[in-house]
């Protein structure tokens, strides 16, 4: 089984490289919201007090009134007072919810063009099918994570003072964690479908609620009442979270060791549950083909 996974999942692999449109297409809107969105929507450049208004007051008053908005901005923002930081730190989560959703694509073409068919009557095992799918997306996902970091950095993203070569190795061990889930449970949500009209219709009423309703662009606390247990639970929030604690990763403050550890229990409890279902759902699926 090792073997026809492996050939598999090279397989999906070339078929990504060989067409480079497929890349940029998935990388431009990202880009699109850290350029545009994180760079012009500067939350914290909003609610900023103007130079006029802090005239007015003595410096030793003004200085004061420094340190408590920043305080609060930090606070509000998870220890960062620029918004673009926090915005990237959760594009971060949000590009591995976009290669993830395509996850199932894949199939679909398959199955249109009869490959499916051919490897359904194979003496392979079913599971090596779902497995490639998976981890062909998990690669995807790691290069595109990757390359997303990259060009937030170049745009300004600020990194704590301690950011080492283990933060960046937690910050990729919590996306691939990700990565394994959302990409079984798209794959166990679209495997049946049939045509790619009906698959974008699904993935877009699962991404947009998957997206808006974590903290990868907003913080939780800034949510109404009734949005916010749904935030709580969702993935991507723990996802982001782990990714912020990593790069702001300062020497002046420690590490909140138990709460990096609870993100990282959601997160594996994540990826085994899903994944475990998603590859008996998918697999079953695929012996009804």
Known sequence: MIGETYALTVREVKKWIREPILLFMMIIQPVVWLGLFGKAFNLTGLVSIPPEILQQFPPEV?????????????????????????????????????????????VIWDRRFGFLNKLLVAPIARGSIVIA?????????????????????????????????????????????????????????????????????????????????????????????WLQPIANINPISYASDLVRTFILHSSSVALDISKMTLDFEVLIGFAVSFSLIGIILAEKALRKS
């Open 133 to 225: 799918k998976v981890s062909s997306s998990v690669i995807r996902g790691m290069f595109q994570a990757a390359l997303v970091f990259s060009i937030a950095f170049a745009l300004g993203l600020q990194i704590g003072d301690a950011f080492n070569i283990f933060d960046l190795v937690g910050i990729f061990a919590g996306l691939f964690l990700l990565s394994i889930g959302l990409s079984s449970l798209f794959l166990a949500l679209t495997i049946r479908i049939k045509s790619w009209e009906t698959h974008g219709a699904v993935v877009n009423l699962i991404n947009l609620p998957l997206m808006f309703a974590s903290n990868a662009l907003f913080p939780i606390k800034q949510m109404p009442s």
């Open 62 to 106: 003004t200085t004061q009134i420094a340190v408590i908005f920043n305080e609060i901005i930090g606070r509000i923002f998870g220890g960062t007072m620029d918004y673009f930081t926090y915005m990237a730190a959760g594009m971060l989560s949000v590009i591995i919810l976009f290669t993830s959703m395509f996850s199932g694509m894949s």
